[in-house]
T-cell receptor
Framework: KAGVTQTPRYLIKTRGQQVTLSCSPISGHRSVSWYQQTPGQGLQFLFEYFSETQRNKGNFPGRFSGRQFSNSRSEMNVSTLELGDSALYLC????????????FGNGTRLTVT | AQKVTQAQTEISVVEKEDVTLDCVYETRDTTYYLFWYKQPPSGELVFLIRRNSFDEQNEISGRYSWNFQKSTSSFNFTITASQVVDSAVYFCALVKTSYDKVIFGPGTSLSVIP
């Protein structure tokens, strides 16, 4: 079974630009969640989708948004990038949601200059 | 509010030593789930174990064992006879329901020296 796939692996953007990250979950997994990992703040929950519905959102500004498609693939978008958005963005999929074991992708390393 | 504390930021041990990673959590919920994840240098978090709040049985899986104690709100992880491949950052996590936020601890970086 293929694991969780995130694209791209690395991204360099400048302040003010926007970015879209993609995540393909494990086949059969209906829940996709996103996390931001930074040295200072650790792992922080961004949002979780289940069957195309956002069920929860972390404490991030509205510049961070996401969506899930009917095939469970998910995208997250960050608009008007700031230097502080530089981070490793991790996607995880699971069968039922966050209280199921999460299967993580390798992440997208975003650098904002 | 929910919180997960991993007081040990970094631990170094010599290969074959036993090591225990501490996890203390805070929650007012009676039903919740606890997890341990491993993040090797490659960056991908790997699921190790899940425990629900009603199951206080300790668990052993090979060289790994977990001690869950509700009385002290702790869910500690022990690696027996550590190996270099155990070098990674280990995260303890807490979540209430399937759609609630996952609260991760700050992580413990374990270095196993050959």
């Amino acid at each position: 079974k293929a694991g969780v796939t995130q694209t791209p692996r690395y991204l360099i953007k400048t302040r003010g630009q926007q970015v879209t990250l993609s995540c393909s979950p494990i086949s059969g997994h209906r829940s996709v969640s996103w996390y931001q990992q930074t040295p200072g703040q650790g792992l922080q929950f961004l949002f979780e989708y289940f069957s195309e519905t956002q069920r929860n959102k972390g404490n991030f500004p509205g510049r961070f948004s996401g969506r899930q498609f009917s095939n469970s693939r998910s995208e997250m978008n960050v608009s008007t990038l700031e230097l502080g958005d530089s981070a490793l963005y991790l996607c995880a999929s699971s069968l039922q949601g966050n209280n199921s074991p999460l299967h993580f992708g390798n992440g997208t390393r975003l650098t904002v200059t | 509010a929910q919180k997960v504390t991993q007081a040990q930021t970094e631990i170094s041990v010599v290969e074959k030593e036993d090591v225990t990673l501490d996890c203390v959590y805070e929650t007012r919920d009676t039903t919740y789930y606890l997890f341990w994840y491993k993040q090797p240098p490659s960056g991908e978090l790997v699921f190790l174990i899940r425990r629900n709040s009603f199951d206080e049985q300790n668990e052993i899986s090979g060289r790994y064992s977990w001690n869950f104690q509700k009385s002290t709100s702790s869910f500690n992880f022990t690696i027996t006879a550590s190996q270099v491949v155990d070098s990674a950052v280990y995260f303890c996590a807490l979540v209430k329901t399937s759609y609630d936020k996952v609260i991760f601890g700050p992580g413990t970086s374990l270095s196993v020296i050959p």
